[in-house]
C-alpha cells in the first residue's frame, strides 16, 4: 500500500480508535499530562507519514504502542526532562475509585514493569506478541512479567 494511497479520513478513523490506548500508554509512562499530550501528538504524527507502509488493524496497532513506548522513553531519558522539569502529580481519569487506586498503583511500578503490564492485561497482548513488539525473547518477557506482576500486587495490596 502507498503512502499517498491512504486517505485522510483512514488515518483519523485509526487514529480515533486507538487515541485512548495511545494516551494512557503516555500516561502511564510521563505522570505528566502536558508531556503526555506532547508525545501523543507526535506519535500521531510520525503514524500519519507512515501510515501507508502499515498493513493491517493488527499491524497499525503493535506500531502505534511501540511508537509510544520509544517516544516517551526518549522524553524520560532527555537531558531536560531530566534536569530541569519537575514530574507533577496526575491524575488518571478513572470510572470507579478502585479503578483509579489500581492505576496509581501501576504507576508506582518502574516504567519496563507498567509498560508489560500494560500490554498484556489492559491491550491484551499475549508474551509471544509482546516479545515481537518489545523485541525480547519469550522467555526473558514470561519471566519480566512474573516479576512485574508480584511487584504490582504488593503495590496494589489490597485493592486488588
Given at each position: 500500500?502507498?503512502?499517498?494511497m491512504?486517505?485522510?479520513?483512514?488515518?483519523?478513523?485509526?487514529?480515533?480508535?486507538?487515541?485512548?490506548?495511545?494516551?494512557?500508554?503516555?500516561?502511564?509512562?510521563?505522570k505528566?499530562?502536558?508531556?503526555?499530550?506532547?508525545?501523543?501528538?507526535?506519535v500521531?504524527?510520525?503514524?500519519?507519514?507512515?501510515?501507508g507502509?502499515?498493513?493491517?488493524?493488527?499491524?497499525?496497532?503493535?506500531?502505534?504502542?511501540?511508537?509510544?513506548?520509544?517516544?516517551?522513553?526518549?522524553?524520560?531519558?532527555?537531558?531536560w526532562?531530566?534536569?530541569?522539569?519537575s514530574?507533577?502529580?496526575?491524575?488518571?481519569?478513572?470510572?470507579?475509585?478502585?479503578?483509579?487506586?489500581?492505576m496509581?498503583?501501576l504507576?508506582?511500578?518502574?516504567?519496563?514493569?507498567?509498560?508489560?503490564?500494560?500490554?498484556h492485561?489492559?491491550?491484551?497482548?499475549?508474551?509471544?506478541e509482546?516479545?515481537?513488539?518489545?523485541?525480547?525473547?519469550?522467555?526473558?518477557?514470561?519471566?519480566?512479567?512474573?516479576?512485574?506482576?508480584?511487584k504490582?500486587?504488593?503495590?496494589a495490596?489490597?485493592?486488588?
Amino acid at each position: 500500500m502507498d503512502q499517498h494511497m491512504v486517505s485522510e479520513e483512514t488515518v483519523t478513523a485509526i487514529i480515533e480508535k486507538h487515541a485512548d490506548m495511545v494516551k494512557r500508554i503516555c500516561m502511564l509512562y510521563l505522570k505528566n499530562p502536558a508531556d503526555a499530550e506532547d508525545a501523543f501528538q507526535e506519535v500521531f504524527l510520525k503514524f500519519f507519514l507512515n501510515a501507508g507502509s502499515l498493513s493491517g488493524e493488527a499491524h497499525q496497532k503493535a506500531w502505534l504502542c511501540r511508537a509510544a513506548f520509544n517516544r516517551c522513553k526518549d522524553m524520560v531519558k532527555s537531558y531536560w526532562r531530566k534536569n530541569v522539569v519537575s514530574i507533577e502529580e496526575m491524575e488518571i481519569p478513572a470510572q470507579t475509585p478502585q479503578e483509579g487506586e489500581t492505576m496509581q498503583a501501576l504507576l508506582r511500578l518502574p516504567p519496563d514493569d507498567r509498560q508489560l503490564i500494560y500490554l498484556h492485561y489492559y491491550e491484551g497482548y499475549s508474551i509471544p506478541e509482546i516479545a515481537g513488539l518489545l523485541h525480547k525473547n519469550q522467555n526473558t518477557v514470561y519471566t519480566q512479567l512474573r516479576r512485574a506482576k508480584l511487584k504490582f500486587k504488593k503495590e496494589a495490596g489490597e485493592i486488588l
